[in-house]
């Protein structure tokens, strides 16, 4: 009897677990678990929330508080929420007589830039609840004519001033529901998770209001329990902040607890609410059922007979599609959630933004914008990417449930995804006369697509998490894909523990089994086989009022897998240190504060040699108007070796000078994978970056950064241009060549005896060069509805050996939203790339309610301009388009109790 994969698995993890040795170091702000590389430090911005406060421009207590603070009464004890007997109307006015019943809170710390100093305006929160709401108002003194609010789309509201709350409803102090208002009382809401930082993609279910009004503003909020996952019973305690963010005073923000900067935690710091018995615990359906109707032209290749003058191409318009689908919700308790997606409408009405992919050696990430992978997602991830939801394409059917009970979290998931077998048109093409020839000529040809056409990949995820002590946990994570000749399994556990209040510590290991296509490089053969792997993080954190340090260790075999989640780099490891000074923040100063750190990381493989080693070096000061800038140095060195571009020269005879194009077929060795008699390059580099911006009003926000870059390899990919073609010299050499044949008219490809040159390519050469990075936004708001923005991203990568370009490349992107409400805009995005001439225009009308509930109608086109041409050797004039997509999307939420 074969032994299930879930074992084999965990009998492979567990012996994994043996080899990991002293790897141990941790994550800081910045470095993402999967990367190959530290992330480049970009031009940061000022936190957009509180959860943030406590990294580079943290709260603290003040001077004679260092120590420790005592607290009041009303914020030492639980603060006990009154009963309401019956429910105020939610228009922001607070006028019934009910909200005298409220219990207010008060006496608000300036955290940020003071010092837990006394706020420059007062606030006042009330707070009630009935059997099936939770009522929360806030009211801000102000002027006026000061207030920063706008109509925003939701979850864009943090230019604006706001007020705003955690609710950490099951007191674990390790993950809280977030919600911000502006003073018009547009939401932006969210979950924070202590060690992980905030997701904004989660939208909850509530109704809110606010005025401006002579004193300053209100905001009148109520929030269903039904909507909040938590756990009922008599006594139960929930955490709570309470927060306001007022812009124009150095991005002040005031909070109703105080905060001390050398506490590394949000949540333990929190306040508490009691008193909430006698909730109407319902158990409640929802139901979102939606259709799509869309319309999608595209630029194809012409059918034969073709004319003499080439391949001219055509714009073909697909059939109008309509699609419907049903999103459901089940929640049985108040702590569990289940949601079942059949034949969902994933369709984005945004596509994902441009970015620069010359000269990528590996995945880009993107992130999850789906509603239903977005519920409960936090659940699911772990310093791993073990779960990335975007590898599930396009689900038949889906089931998803997630909970808490008790101390134990639990998260499990299944789908059919069509993905996979859902063929473009394109291939479906190639497809049909693959079959049409066998049919007809070739009875013993393979067509390969044949056997994946319209087949389902089927894939699992369980993931269970248990409490220990106070801020402590460790979990378990378990993923399946399976689909023809891909089959991969993933087990593992993770920890998380806070060792005092300035230290954590967090690991996570796993064990992965694949069925699936490996290269081997040793022999050049791309072989279908078994292949074991192993990955791990470690963590050691710790975080003081202004000091801080981490260590910080990853590494990934080179089988190892995870085709339900996200790995960027395998048969590597990669670990670093971090230390960091910030200095007390002091509003009255030209420098209101600075912050400084090194990060130095080395990355090798698994046989020991050096990939990388690099060491950053920066420093940003806080300006006043909400501005800041900075700057950071970074010596390095970069390694690179063929076997991770192909096959090594020990795996085969190859030609490494480009000799042999020239030698009779029968006599010609293949190229080598790298040019010239070395097996490796390497490179010393040093990088030099500059960054500023400022959010000093309403109207105008901009940030900027300029980065150059000496001895940065060009992989010698080419940049996918005809502008740009690979830089290096034999690459060049042989492109002379071809131009030289292909002049003479040798190079006709009815020609079995054509010249060698004519159909060669040249192998990698990878050289160093001098690259130029810089990236810059504004954003100008001329009135309280209209927004615009503008953002460029260059760069252009320039090689010692040849004086040649390896590219030069601009994305610009212009972007203008007009809010009729805040439920109603109507935005126009328009991206253009100068490396391919590529236009991009997306325009969209949208009318969002609530969550759930949904119009949308949209036109996005893709153009190039005076581009080549996809089909035959010409420069196209003036505009082609390549596609055009026409939309409307629906969907309305159905909710009922029970």
Request: glycine share 8%; net charge neutral.
């Amino acid at each position: 009897m074969r032994t299930p994969r879930c074992i084999r698995a965990l009998v492979l993890l567990l012996g994994c677990t043996v080899c990991a040795n002293a790897q141990t170091p941790a994550k800081s702000n910045g470095v993402p678990a999967s990367t190959p590389a530290p992330a480049t430090n970009s031009t940061p911005a000022p936190a957009p929330s509180p959860a943030q406060v406590k990294n580079v421009n943290a709260p603290a207590p003040s001077a004679a508080a260092k120590g420790s603070f005592v607290l009041p009464p009303e914020k030492s004890n639980p603060v006990v929420l009154p009963k309401f007997e019956q429910p105020p109307v939610i228009d922001g006015k607070l006028n019934e007589e009910v909200w005298q019943k409220a219990i207010v809170l008060k006496d608000f710390y300036q955290i940020q830039p003071g010092d837990n100093t006394p706020p420059s305006r007062p606030t006042e929160v009330l707070l009630g609840f009935d059997p099936k709401f939770i009522y929360i108002a806030f009211k801000a003194t102000d002027e006026p004519d000061k207030i920063r609010a706008t109509v925003a789309k939701r979850d864009n509201i943090f230019q604006d001033d706001y007020v705003g709350f955690f609710l950490d409803t099951f007191n674990d102090k390790r993950k809280a529901f977030e919600a911000f208002f502006n003073p018009l009382g547009i939401q932006a809401d969210g979950i924070l998770t202590e060690g992980r930082g905030e997701d904004f993609s989660v939208d909850l279910l509530m109704e809110s209001k606010g005025v401006v009004h002579e004193n300053g503003f209100t905001v009148e909020i109520a929030i269903p329990f039904k909507s909040l996952r938590f756990e009922a019973g008599k006594g139960k305690l929930w955490g709570a902040h309470f927060f306001r963010r007022i812009k124009r005073f150095e991005n002040e923000l005031d909070s109703w607890m105080p905060f001390s900067r050398s506490i590394d935690s949000n949540l333990s710091q929190a306040g508490h609410l009691t008193g909430l018995e006698g909730i109407s615990v319902e158990r409640t359906i929802e139901l979102i059922p939606s259709a799509t109707v869309s319309q999608h032209s595209r630029f194809v290749g012409s059918f034969p007979p073709l004319p003499l003058a080439g391949d001219p191409g055509r714009i073909v318009n697909e059939p109008v599609g309509f699609e419907m689908g049903l999103t459901a919700k089940f929640i049985p308790s108040s702590a569990v959630t289940v949601d079942l997606a059949i034949n969902p409408d994933f369709a984005q009405v945004e596509a994902d933004q441009l970015v620069v992919t010359a000269n990528q050696r590996f995945p880009i990430f993107f992130p999850e914008k789906r509603p239903f992978f977005l519920e409960g997602i936090e659940i699911f991830q772990t310093p791993i990417t073990a779960v990335h939801t975007r590898s599930i394409v396009d689900p038949d059917v889906a089931v998803k449930t997630t909970g808490k009970v008790g101390r134990n979290t639990f998260g499990v998931m299944v789908a059919s995804d069509n993905g996979p077998g859902n063929l473009s048109a394109d291939d479906r093409g190639s497809l049909a006369s693959c079959i049409e020839r066998r049919a007809l000529l070739k009875p013993t040809e393979v067509c390969n697509a044949e056997r994946f056409v319209d087949k389902n990949a089927y894939i699992g995820v369980l993931r269970l998490k248990r409490d220990v002590g106070k801020e402590n946990s460790i979990g378990l994570i378990g993923t399946t894909y399976n689909f023809i000749e891909k089959h991969n399994q993933v087990l593992g556990f993770d920890g998380r523990f806070r060792l005092d209040k300035q230290t954590t510590a967090s690991f996570q290991m796993l064990g992965t089994t694949s069925r699936n296509f490996f290269f081997d490089p040793d022999d050049g053969i791309n072989r279908y086989r078994t292949g074991n792997g192993f990955g791990y993080v470690g963590s050691y954190n710790v975080s003081g009022r202004n000091w801080g340090y981490e260590f910080y260790g990853e590494g990934f075999t080179q089988d190892y897998r995870a085709d339900v989640g996200f790995v960027q780099r395998t048969n590597s490891n990669f670990n670093y240190g971090f230390i960091r000074y910030n200095s007390d923040p002091n509003p009255k100063k030209k420098i209101i504060s600075f912050h400084y750190h090194t990060l130095a990381h080395i990355q090798y493989n698994w046989q020991a040699q050096m990939y990388a080693w690099e060491a950053e070096n920066l420093v940003e000061l806080q300006l006043p108007r909400n501005s800041w800038a900075g700057m950071w140095w970074e010596p390095g060195y970069e390694r690179l070796f063929d076997r991770e571009f192909g096959a090594t020269r020990e795996a085969r005879p190859c030609d490494p000078g480009g000799q042999d194009f020239h030698l009779p077929r029968d006599q010609r060795r293949p190229p080598c994978t790298f040019f010239g008699p070395g097996n490796e390059r390497a490179s010393d580099k040093q990088h030099l970056s500059f960054f500023a911006g400022s959010n000093f009003s309403k109207k105008i926000q901009f940030n900027g950064q300029i980065t150059k870059r000496w001895g940065h390899m060009d992989l010698d990919f080419g940049s996918g241009s005809n502008k740009y073609p690979r830089a290096s010299p034999f690459a060049l050499q042989l492109a002379g060549e071809k131009a030289a044949a292909q002049a003479a008219g040798q190079c006709n490809p009815e020609d079995e005896n054509r010249p060698a040159v004519c159909t060669a390519v040249a192998p990698l050469d990878p050289g160093r060069g001098d690259l130029l990075q810089f990236n810059a936004n504004v954003t100008y708001q001329p009135t309280n509805e209209l927004r615009t923005s503008f953002g460029i991203n260059s760069q252009q990568l320039k090689r010692y050996d040849t004086d040649r370009y390896a590219f030069k490349i601009n994305i610009m992107t212009l972007r203008g939203t007009y809010q009729f409400t805040n439920a109603t805009f109507a935005r126009l995005i328009l991206d253009y790339n100068t490396l391919n001439s590529r236009l991009r225009s997306q325009a969209l009308f949208g009318w969002t309610p609530s969550p759930g509930t949904a119009f949308y109608a949209g036109y996005n086109d893709d153009l190039n301009y005076d581009s080549f041409h996809p089909f035959k050797p010409e420069v196209v004039p003036g505009f082609r388009r390549n596609s055009r997509t026409i939309f409307i999307k629906f969907s309305y939420l159905i909710r009922r109790s029970f």
